[in-house]
């Protein structure tokens, strides 16, 4: 794990403590059930940050005698952990609104509310965009999910203030829980598909449709002078693919030349997919399946 997933673990989590300072002031100015739901969400979002801060550095910790394959792994945990925090935030939420509901009243300073909330959801978009971008860069699923929550915090952001203002226009008391429901509901959703996600990558799911593509294409293209791969697996963790497969030579060729193919492919996959581990299986020609990837 490089150093640049560490700071930029370190800035998402300064981003995350200067939003929940704008979005609490907000509550606590205006009364809002709205804005209270809005500061709990960004709760969650530090603490989800914080995780994600622990994943990155305990990922970058090298193989060892315990773990050979790594660390990577863990960031899917605080995936997992995100996914959970966002569960209970929207619990949270839900009991406010229902309180709230029951005793509906008018937001105090509603306008001062308003602008901050805006500059929250600014701050988010620019940051959600920045982490996205580098978190795929990077293959930092933790960094991935915490952007992707963050999007999802500006549209309930934007929602939230649009409620808020049609509070303070018309009067109408319930429209602020009701946003405040909305909000929960949609975090829930956002909740669920994360930890959709990060539990399949703690179950060793293939890699994607258009990933798998390329591995076959590259295979075909590098293995020049073998004859087919077959059982071709994948797994992901983190930002390491993982790549193994059976690759066909001819019976006559020697142990060298049948190296040179497989360091060859090798090459091409990790120039192709970044971090891979890859692991070649030889055989003579007598095991080929006529299936697979036809090595051109």
Request: proline share 4%; charged share 15%.
């Amino acid at each position: 794990m490089s150093s640049a997933t560490v700071q930029t673990a370190w800035t998402s989590l300064g981003v995350g403590l200067f939003v929940l300072a704008l979005k609490g002031t907000a509550w606590w100015l205006t009364g809002s059930t709205a804005f209270f739901a809005e500061m709990l969400e960004t709760v969650v979002n530090v603490a989800a940050a914080s995780a994600a801060l622990l994943a990155v550095r305990y990922s970058a910790m090298p193989a060892d005698e315990n773990h050979p394959y790594g660390h990577a792994k863990v960031e899917y945990f605080s995936a997992v952990l995100e996914g959970a925090l966002i569960v209970v935030a929207a619990t949270l939420i839900l009991q406010e609104v229902w309180q709230a509901w029951a005793a509906p009243h008018a937001p105090d300073r509603p306008v001062i509310g308003l602008v901050l909330s805006a500059a929250a959801a600014g701050v988010n978009v620019v940051w959600a965009t920045i982490l996205g971008r580098r978190g795929r860069r990077l293959g930092s699923p933790a960094l991935v999910a915490d952007s992707r929550y963050l999007m999802a915090d500006v549209v309930t952001s934007v929602g939230v203030v649009i409620g808020v203002g049609l509070v303070t226009v018309t009067g109408l008391l319930w429209l602020d829980p009701l946003m405040a429901g909305v909000t929960a509901v949609m975090i829930l959703f956002s909740g669920w598909r994360l930890l959709r996600e990060s539990v399949g990558g703690l179950m060793d799911e293939a890699a994607p449709p258009e990933l798998l593509g390329r591995i076959r294409e590259e295979v075909g293209k590098a293995a020049e002078g073998a004859l087919e791969a077959h059982d071709l697996r994948t797994r992901r963790a983190g930002r390491y693919t993982f790549v193994e497969f059976h690759l066909v030579v001819p019976g006559t060729m020697t142990v060298e030349e049948a190296h040179a193919i497989c360091d060859r492919t090798e090459a091409a996959l990790r120039e192709a997919l970044g971090t891979a581990v890859i692991t070649i299986h030889v055989e003579p020609h007598a095991k080929a399946k006529q299936s697979g990837v036809l090595v051109l």
